[in-house]
């Protein structure tokens, strides 16, 4: 698995998160990256992109509440969580848009209420 994310956890309604996705054997930097969820029953979204240029797009339901960053001396990609809702909960991963690699195994985030 080339992209690995991290910093998931379980958390209340209001709190904030911060996940990591770590490239391995490429350099991050140069490829757009985007994070995503899964909740069970669910198909896997797309909520947040920075493009390698560092253009950020975000599905409406995080905007304003997620920022996604790079962190390039860590060849890492950050997705600051705040003011998470219940309705975040979902098991999330980092992948490379206009490229796809094999999918990770995620990172869990629960917020309850």
């Known amino acids: 698995v080339q992209l690995q994310a991290s910093g998931g956890g379980a958390v209340q309604a209001g709190d904030s998160l911060r996940l990591s996705c770590v490239g391995q054997?490429?350099?991050?930097?140069?490829?757009?990256v985007g994070w995503f969820r899964q909740a069970p029953g669910k198909e896997r979204e797309r909520v947040a992109e920075?493009?390698?240029?560092?253009?950020?797009t975000y599905v409406a339901s995080v905007k304003g509440r997620f920022t996604i960053s790079r962190d390039n001396a860590q060849n890492m990609v950050i997705l600051q969580m705040n003011n998470l809702t219940p309705d975040d909960t979902a098991v999330y991963y980092c992948?490379?848009?206009?490229?796809?690699?094999?999918w990770g195994q995620g990172t869990q985030v629960t917020v309850s209420s």
């Open positions: 992948n490379t848009p206009n490229s796809y690699r094999e």
């Open positions: 920075i493009s390698s240029r560092g253009v950020t």
């Open positions: 054997k490429f350099v991050l930097r140069t490829y757009a």
